[in-house]
Structure formats: C-alpha cells, structure tokens
C-alpha cells in the first residue's frame, strides 16, 4: 500500500551519517528451501518494519532516525526501505524538485544502509513503484544492484506492488494494456505520477530484472512480489516461479491487510516451497473510504490472528507503516508512540510475545 503523498508534518532530524564497521556487518543470506539461511549455515528469521518517506519526498521523513529507533528500540532486525527510482536520479516529481542530480538522495539511502548494517541487520530496498516492470527499471536495478553488489546487509526488493497483469506478463513480459483506475482496491493509494503511468507499455518481466541484477554479479537476495497488489502468490506454484540463475535464492512477498482474504491459496501454500516476506502487513481503526465497509475487519480481531500466523510458520515481515500518518500506522507519533491497534502488538511480538492464530482469513 502506499500513502497520500502531501501532508504537512514536523518529521524527525536524521542524525549525521556513519562510517561502515565491516566486522558488525550481518551474515551474507541465501535460500534453502522454504527457510533463510546465514553463511554460517543458521536459520535467518527477519522480523521488522517497513519504513516509508523516501518514496514520498526526496529528503524522506526522518528515515535514518526512524530506522535506527525501529532496530535499537523496537527490536528489528530488518528495515524495508521503499524508494523510488525518480529521486534516485534527482529528477524530482510530484511537485518536489532536485537540484543535485539526486546526490543527497542516494547519499540518504547509503547512510541508511550502513546504519543498519552497523547494527548488524538488514535492509530491503523496495522499489516502491507499482502495476508491472516498466523498461526503464532495467537500467535502475542494474545501478542498484552496482552499487550494493554482494553487501551482506541489502536485499533486493523489486517492484512494490504488481498488479492488473497476467502471470505470464508478470514473468516473462509483454503488453500491458490500459487501465482504468479502481475506485474500490488500492490505486487510491497512488499519487498524480502513478496514476499516469496507466497507458500501455510493452514490459519486460519480473525474470528480465532478476537477469539484469546477476549479470552484475550480485548474490543479494531478491524479493519478488505477485499479483493482486503483491497478495496473491498463487501462480509461483503453477509454473511461473523465477530462474535465479546463480544467485543466493529468490524469496517471495506478499502484502497482508484486513480486507484480503483467502489467505490459504494467496500465500500460505507457497510458505511451504519457498521463503516468504510480508513485505506489508498491518491493521488501523481507519476506514479506507475506497472499501467497502463489511470488508474492513475491526484491527483488534485481525492482529492476533495475523501475528500467531506469522509466527507460526516463521514467516519473515516488515510491519507497515513505521511511520505516524501512512496508514496503517505503527506509531501515533514522532515520539514513536506504539498505535494500540497495531504498534503496541507488533511491538510485542518482536519482543518475543506469542499470538495464538484462532481463525484463517
């Protein structure tokens, strides 16, 4: 999901940059079978937030004091970092303008890779774009996978939120036709740029990325999210799964939240063959004006459930939002109140509590 992309809000000051500390580095990542393993051959289970800004505005909101709370405070040991390949390049966007070619930029996201390493966890650079692989993200991971080849703190998250596609142009590319915006699922999320990205382009596919990334010789771990708005893993298990062709494993996300159900076919019988993200998941007590409402269940019946899932099957997930207005929240403020509906609990679990899971969705 993503969030309104104007708000006026006093954002927490990011501290000064760091220089690396090589030994404090976490473990390299790879995939054996449906679990995460470190070079030391241990079982890996990440367990974070998901902190948004930096695909919203070119200076982010207080990302690198966020994710250093997130990972000293609130226990994480992975941050997913959305950002958007636009500000990458200084090329601004939705009213925000770049005068450096995007230097700050990326020096911002350098800064929060190695805070985060420093503290020996890890980073998802997720990005934060939506619909299908568009030609000009080739060039893009290619850069990223460039720069951050083989650093054993970063993952490769590549494309947020695919959707309104067929599983053979998710994987293997073509025409993505034109589309009308929903007024009842998650483009109401979008901003002005994403929605206009609906004409129709030719994609290459999720497996053209994944190729671009290990052509640079890049072991990172990659994370590949589906269809249905990254919910429905359903079509990795009937043929369209991605060659990794040489590299440390692919991992699969999906995006949870109260109104998506059929949990079962959308992602739980993939945990079983492949490592699983919930690269998104969380509750508010907001209604989301584009549902309809006997979908939207009450956040204190739905997190118990979601959490002992979760933790049933070790299943890896960045809670969204660590933020204080990109719903659904985890903090109510930039004092990083826990949210009682979400915050608090999450909080809990990465503290250790055990949720039961009563009821699949």
Known sequence: MSAPHSKPMDYPADPLPEAPIEENSPPELRVRGNQLRDANDCDVWLQGLAIPGLEIRPEG???????????????????????????????????????????????????????????????????????????????????????????????????????????????NGGKVTEKELSQVDESAFLCEEEKQQILSFESPGMQALVDIVRE????????????????????????????????????????????????????????????????????DVQIMSFLPLEVQEDPYSWYPDMLGLIQKHKLHWTGWSFHAWATPRMILDWQYTPSPFWGEPAKQALAGKQFPLTRLR
Do not use: C
């Not at 990972?71 to 992975?78: F, K």
């Not at 770049?98 to 985060?116: H, P, S």
């Not at 990172?220 to 269809?227: E, K």
């Open 61 to 171: 909101h207080g990302n690198l004091k966020s994710t250093l709370v997130g990972i000293e405070e609130w226990g994480a040991n992975v941050i997913r970092l959305p950002i958007r390949d636009s500000f990458w390049y200084g090329q601004g966007g939705d009213g925000h303008v770049q005068n450096d070619g995007g230097e700050a930029y990326r020096a911002l996201v350098d800064a929060i890779v190695v805070a985060t390493a420093n503290r020996g966890a890890y980073v998802v650079l997720d990005h934060h774009r939506f619909r299908a692989v568009r030609p000009e993200h080739l060039p893009f991971w290619q850069e990223i996978a460039e720069r951050y080849k083989n650093h054993p703190a970063v993952i490769f998250d590549l494309i947020n939120e695919p959707h309104g596609i067929s599983w053979e142009v998710w994987r």
């Open 216 to 283: 640079t010789g890049a072991r990172n771990l990659i994370v590949a999210g589906a269809l249905d708005w990254a919910y429905d893993l359903s079509g990795i298990l009937d043929g369209y799964a991605l060659d990794d062709r040489g590299g440390n494993g692919i991992m699969y996300a999906t995006h949870v939240y109260p109104w998506k159900s059929g949990w079962q076919k959308a992602f739980i019988e993939a945990a079983a063959h492949y490592p699983l993200l919930l690269g998104e998941v969380g509750a």
